[in-house]
């Protein structure tokens, strides 16, 4: 995979302006499987920004060409018999993408045959997942507080741990950049650090004082961002793991949250409320307002561009920049 091209980032106080010439596209997916069960559950880019996933409760799962709205240019992967609820490509493969359902699967799926590749029982209903950044693991989440450590090879089928029980309610997880190290959030507020893969305690991050739903590692390292059911997302220097700032304009559970490819704007998902508001990472100012008509629970920015794919709107997937504009 070719690596992606250096961008140039955007100062705090242009932002707004350039941000606010982004024009919208709406992927619209006629496949619906009845009114109101096409809500879009989980969003992801690929690598390098050409393809994006969506996974829906009426477990259709789509790739989609942000270049081209229709429908007819974008792949259905069908095979889960549940509802998607989560979808991660491989950060070294750009065609390679995992996901998981309540149908008790992760598949891993080549989106060049449209095919699945592989097949995992996971034993109970899978809801997270996260690739190890050499894409050679992906660490899997059961709603019963369990994880499963797959082990991927080219050669050979993927290989399962033993279901590995968490102490307390779990809910995301992310490795760090060096994949040393396994985040996860929990039931009790906090942010578990463990080591990888002993999955031995590292430190705890009294992050929030109610669940922890969702977390992002910036881009650069320096931060990390934590979603709680607080309707707060919280900045940790990853330094010295202190809180730097905390953004509280939402008004429900914080579902998703994700950094601009550069790491210095961020934003959040939740299915309560309307608009995502994006705010500078460095100082904690909000900086712009992208207005929705209905709450977008999964946000996700483009790798390589300040765009921002949001769900919510009834229409379907929608894409800030894939229509145009001067940033």
């Given at each position: 995979m ?7 980032s ?5 932002f ?38 969506t996974?829906s ?21 069908r ?5 998607i609820?989560?979808v ?9 993408l995992?996901s ?12 060049r ?30 709603k ?13 089928p993927?290989i399962?741990?033993?279901?590995l ?10 490795f ?6 396994l ?9 578990k650090i ?12 009294p ?14 390292a ?16 990853t ?5 730097k ?15 601009s ?5 961020i934003?959040g ?8 508001d ?22 996700a ?5 300040y765009?921002?794919?949001y ?17």
């Amino acid at each position: 995979m070719a690596p992606l091209p250096a961008r140039r980032s955007v100062s705090k106080d242009r932002f707004s302006s350039l941000f606010s010439t982004l024009k919208t596209q709406t992927y619209h997916d006629p496949s619906s499987r009845g009114p109101g069960s096409h809500s879009i559950r989980t969003i992801a880019w690929n690598p390098l920004g050409h393809l994006i996933a969506t996974g829906s409760a009426d477990r259709t799962l789509r790739i989609w060409n942000p270049d081209r709205a229709s429908v007819k240019n974008s792949t259905e992967l069908r095979g889960h018999t549940g509802a998607i609820e989560r979808v991660a490509w491989n950060p070294t493969k750009e065609a390679e993408l995992a996901s998981c359902s309540t149908d008790g699967t992760v598949r891993i799926w080549d989106v060049r045959s449209k095919g699945c590749v592989a097949e995992v029982k996971t034993g109970g209903e899978a809801f997270t997942l996260a690739w190890s950044p050499d894409g050679s693991n992906i660490i899997v989440g059961r709603k019963d507080d369990a994880l499963l450590d797959l082990t991927l090879s080219p050669e050979a089928p993927p290989i399962s741990s033993a279901p590995l029980p968490q102490p307390v309610q779990t809910n995301q997880t992310t490795f760090s950049h060096s994949g040393k190290e396994l985040l996860l959030t929990t039931g009790t507020g906090s942010v578990k650090i463990l080591d990888y893969p002993s999955l031995s305690p590292l430190y705890t991050i009294p992050a929030h004082t109610s669940s922890c739903f969702c977390l992002e590692l910036c881009p650069r390292a320096k931060f990390l961002a934590v979603g709680g059911s607080d309707a707060l997302i919280s900045l940790w220097d990853t330094t010295d793991w202190v809180c730097k700032h905390t953004l509280g304009s939402m008004i429900g559970p914080v579902r998703s949250v994700g950094f601009s490819f550069d790491g210095s704007f961020i934003c959040g998902g939740s299915d309560e409320g309307t608009g995502i508001d994006i705010a500078h990472a460095e100082s904690g100012e909000y900086v712009h307002s992208i207005p929705t008509l209905q709450p977008a629970s999964s946000v996700a920015w483009h790798p390589q561009r300040y765009w921002i794919a949001y769900s919510g709107d009834p229409m379907g997937l929608k894409i800030v920049g894939a229509a145009g504009g001067s940033l």
